[in-house]
Nanobody, 121 residues
Framework: QVQLVESGGGLVQAGGSLRLSCAAS????????MGWYRQAPGKRRELVGT???????TYADSVKGRFTISRDNAKNTVFLQMNSLKPEDTANYYC???????????????WGQGTQVTVSS
């Protein structure tokens, strides 16, 4: 069973940066598309960005130009570099492997604990 462990969250002032990491166990990591999600209190979990097994990223409009997704298949790790953070980025951030569903993506595995990002104004 694949386990996903997110880390790197914290408290940062608006305009600051954080780099999140997601370590995945399981031999299938290198062939999976991966995604970063976030969930703020009282809101639905939303997909922040994706990265294909070949390294091509996509981003939600709300983070485009500020966030960068990358991956290291040799280390079974995916990263989320977050710059120019805003208070509305405050949420618990999660990663997951992705499966295609029509034109979208759905998460494949059970969720990890996530890592909390808090952006103060």
């Amino acid at each position: 069973q694949v386990q996903l462990v997110e880390s790197g969250g914290g408290l940062v002032q608006a305009g600051g940066s954080l780099r999140l990491s997601c370590a995945a166990s399981g031999s299938a990591f290198s062939i999976d598309a991966m995604g970063w999600y976030r969930q703020a209190p009282g809101k639905r979990r939303e997909l922040v960005g994706t990265i294909t097994r070949g390294g091509t990223p996509t981003y939600a409009d709300s983070v485009k130009g500020r966030f960068t997704i990358s991956r290291d298949n040799a280390k079974n790790t995916v990263f989320l570099q977050m710059n120019s953070l805003k208070p509305e980025d405050t949420a618990n951030y999660y990663c997951n492997a992705l499966d295609r569903l029509g034109s979208g993506w759905v998460p494949r595995h059970s969720w990890g604990q996530g890592t909390q990002v808090t952006v103060s104004s």
